[in-house]
């Protein structure tokens, strides 16, 4: 492994403005060439929820080596006919051993895990007690040697995440991202000058939206309590929020946080 190299960590992709933003970033002004590794939490990418095998496979052909995901992965039906032949995409690890996907993947320089809170979310295994099983696994498995470890931990408390986060590190983790509340955090550290965090990197999509939705639906629900059908947000300026992570060895040694607006992206698609 070269010794210094960096890794983007983009934030929630939600629905075609998010793609489009995401598209105008790594591709047409070429960031992606910036970048060793790139990960992108995918899982609202489609209309907001879910992702389908060919927005998937668009937001691969942007140069994201990784997708991660949560929650909201099993949203769209389309994701159970692919997500056993990704070789790009998590789901939570977190989930029960049965579920279909696998919740980390190991690349050539990078261990890249995913995993869901407790806390306001729905039922889950501890994700303390699942990364300590599985970095007692991938040791023995004798895969760590000198990967970097990143783990994406989609969860919704403030005060779990920072805690998951110092407890990740003392187990050997290089870095924690927050991701789920679409809302950027100023709190990036390096925690005890061995592991990046940060609680949320935010999102990419229309910051007019709410969390990347139309206001109107979202305050329909808010005030009646009824579900409804959200639908993403289209108008400008679109966000596109990232984290960017440089390392020294398996040390991380910078932790910057990457938010640019834009007025105009090349829309490609007709639907989400």
Same mark, same amino acid.
């Given at each position: 492994?070269?010794?210094?190299?960096?890794?983007?960590?983009?934030?929630?992709?939600?629905?075609?403005?998010?793609?489009? #933003?995401?598209?105008?970033?790594?591709?047409? !002004?070429?960031?992606? +060439? =910036?970048?060793? @590794?790139?990960?992108?939490? *995918?899982?609202?990418?489609?209309?907001?929820?879910?992702?389908?095998?060919?927005?998937?496979?668009?937001?691969?052909?942007?140069?994201?080596?990784?997708?991660?995901?949560?929650?909201?992965?099993?949203?769209?039906?389309?994701?159970?006919?692919?997500?056993?032949?990704?070789?790009?995409?998590?789901?939570?690890?977190?989930?029960?051993?049965?579920?279909?996907?696998?919740?980390?993947?190991?690349?050539?320089?990078?261990?890249?895990?995913?995993?869901?809170?407790?806390?306001?979310?729905?039922?889950?295994?501890?994700?303390?007690?699942?990364?300590?099983?599985?970095?007692?696994?991938?040791?023995?498995?004798?895969?760590?040697?000198?990967? #970097?470890?990143?783990?994406?931990?989609?969860? !919704?408390?403030?005060? +779990? =995440?920072?805690? @998951?986060?110092?407890?990740? *590190?003392?187990?050997?983790?290089?870095?924690?991202?927050?991701?789920?509340?679409?809302?950027?955090?100023?709190?990036?550290?390096?925690?005890?000058?061995?592991?990046?965090?940060?609680?949320?990197?935010?999102?990419?999509?229309?910051?007019?939206?709410?969390?990347?939705?139309?206001?109107?639906?979202?305050?329909?629900?808010?005030?009646?309590?009824?579900?409804?059908?959200?639908?993403?947000?289209?108008?400008?300026?679109?966000?596109?929020?990232?984290?960017?992570?440089?390392?020294?060895?398996?040390?991380?040694?910078?932790?910057?946080?990457?938010?640019?607006?834009?007025?105009?992206?090349?829309?490609?698609?007709?639907?989400?």
């Amino acid at each position: 492994m070269q010794d210094c190299f960096k890794i983007l960590f983009i934030g929630d992709i939600v629905g075609r403005s998010g793609r489009a #933003v995401v598209r105008k970033f790594l591709v047409d !002004e070429n960031n992606k +060439e =910036k970048y060793n @590794f790139i990960i992108a939490n *995918a899982e609202n990418a489609s209309h907001g929820f879910g992702l389908t095998k060919k927005n998937h496979d668009d937001l691969v052909a942007c140069g994201i080596n990784c997708l991660t995901s949560g929650n909201h992965i099993w949203d769209k039906k389309d994701i159970l006919n692919y997500i056993d032949e990704s070789d790009f995409l998590i789901r939570p690890y977190n989930y029960h051993k049965s579920t279909k996907g696998v919740g980390y993947r190991v690349f050539e320089k990078y261990i890249v895990i995913n995993l869901l809170g407790k806390t306001f979310m729905p039922p889950i295994d501890c994700p303390f007690g699942a990364l300590e099983k599985l970095i007692d696994e991938l040791e023995i498995k004798n895969v760590l040697n000198d990967r #970097v470890i990143i783990v994406d931990f989609h969860a !919704e408390a403030t005060a +779990e =995440k920072q805690c @998951f986060a110092r407890f990740a *590190a003392s187990l050997g983790v290089n870095a924690v991202i927050g991701t789920h509340t679409h809302v950027p955090t100023a709190d990036e550290i390096i925690l005890d000058n061995k592991c990046a965090y940060i609680t949320d990197v935010g999102f990419c999509g229309s910051k007019n939206g709410v969390i990347g939705m139309e206001y109107d639906g979202s305050l329909k629900r808010l005030l009646t309590s009824i579900n409804e059908r959200f639908e993403v947000e289209m108008s400008y300026p679109y966000v596109f929020n990232a984290l960017e992570l440089e390392f020294n060895k398996k040390l991380p040694v910078s932790i910057n946080r990457i938010s640019f607006e834009y007025t105009q992206c090349e829309e490609k698609e007709s639907e989400d």
